[in-house]
């Protein structure tokens, strides 16, 4: 069948499910108890139940959406329609669950960082055409690093802000690039040297570089192999004035020590180290031996509020 350059062949998902963690005294009955953190991103979607009361992590899954058929045109953006999407989620456990809050962070590659004052005047729709093009059936969300500082806008199909709604009544949403940088400033403002942060998801990854209590860089990058993250994380630096081979890494997201973007990465580097897990948050003995580094974002999204 030939199809046309700007075309796309409707694409099967399948959902599978890579981890499941939960504690013994979890209750699906008590979910007026919990507090359900999502991570949502195009390729597939995490989970994380927390007790309100105590911050004790009561359940962690992740699912994986596995493409079954060949896309064609601009595999960058998220499906046109949300129903395919958002028929696999409901296939969880989690859109069952009634928790006493609800909030989802939204992963994209197709963020930019604006001055809080530019939101106040309207002008986030100037400043993310200049970025990005985009259509009428993308909207745009905003959503602060600081109170009066910087903000991270983002693009996200209009149908997540309106099925999510209607799935999780209530639901807060969130930029997951403004919730890893809050929460590397949590773990490290009151460090006065710079500090470089790498966050890895299967189609892209974020680089943010803070100093202190300030956020000195923000960007997310697509990227086809792990050759593309070594060329942007040293393409940055060196715009920025710094020397690859002096900086620090902090790692986290879907990479490994085995993985080739981390061995790329520790050849050009002075160091390579995966971040710590966030404090005010209670991972019990059910959760030994998970990469935390690997679920970062998800369980700082109730603590970057």
């Known amino acids: 069948m030939q199809v046309g350059k700007n075309q796309e062949i409707q694409i099967t998902k399948s959902l599978e499910c ?47 959406l596995s493409e079954t058929d060949i896309k064609l045109g601009d595999a960058v953006k998220w499906p046109e329609s949300g129903s395919d999407y958002f028929e696999q989620l409901i296939k969880t456990d989690f859109a069952q669950l009634s928790c006493s ?12 960082v604006a001055p809080h004052d530019f939101i106040e005047q309207g002008a986030i729709s100037d400043i993310m055409s200049a970025a990005f093009s985009y259509t009428s059936e993308e ?43 809050k929460a590397a400033l949590l773990q490290h403002s009151q460090l006065s040297s710079r500090q470089v942060f790498v966050n890895v998801y299967r189609e892209h990854f974020e680089i943010a570089l803070i100093q202190g209590a300030r956020l000195l860089f923000l960007n997310a990058f697509r990227y086809s192999s792990s050759s593309d993250v070594l060329y942007y994380v040293i393409f940055v630096l060196e715009q920025l004035g710094f020397v690859p081979s002096e900086e620090n890494l902090i790692l986290m997201g879907e990479v490994s020590e085995n993985s080739v973007i981390y061995q ?39 603590l970057c509020e």
Do not use: W
Not at 141 to 150: A, E, F, I
Not at 152 to 179: D, K, N, Q, T
């Open 18 to 64: 890579i981890l499941n963690q939960v504690d013994p005294q979890f209750d699906a009955t008590l979910g007026h108890a919990y507090r359900l953190s999502t991570l949502m991103c195009r390729e597939g979607f995490s989970f994380l139940v927390t007790d309100t009361a105590s911050k004790k992590v009561m359940k962690l899954s992740s699912y994986r």
């Open 101 to 112: 809050r609800t909030d989802i962070a939204i992963a994209t590659n197709r963020i930019t």
């Open 139 to 181: 909207e745009i969300l905003t959503d602060p690093v600081s109170g009066s500082g910087p903000v991270v806008a983002m693009l996200a199909p209009r149908y997540i802000s309106s099925l999510c709604a209607a799935l999780f009544p209530g639901v807060s949403l969130h930029s997951a690039a403004a919730v890893f940088v």
């Open 264 to 302: 790329q990465l520790k050849m050009y580097c002075a160091s390579i180290q995966y971040v710590t897990p966030p404090d005010g948050i209670e991972l019990g003995n059910s959760f030994s031996g998970i990469p935390v580094h690997t679920y970062f974002t998800l369980l700082n999204v109730s």
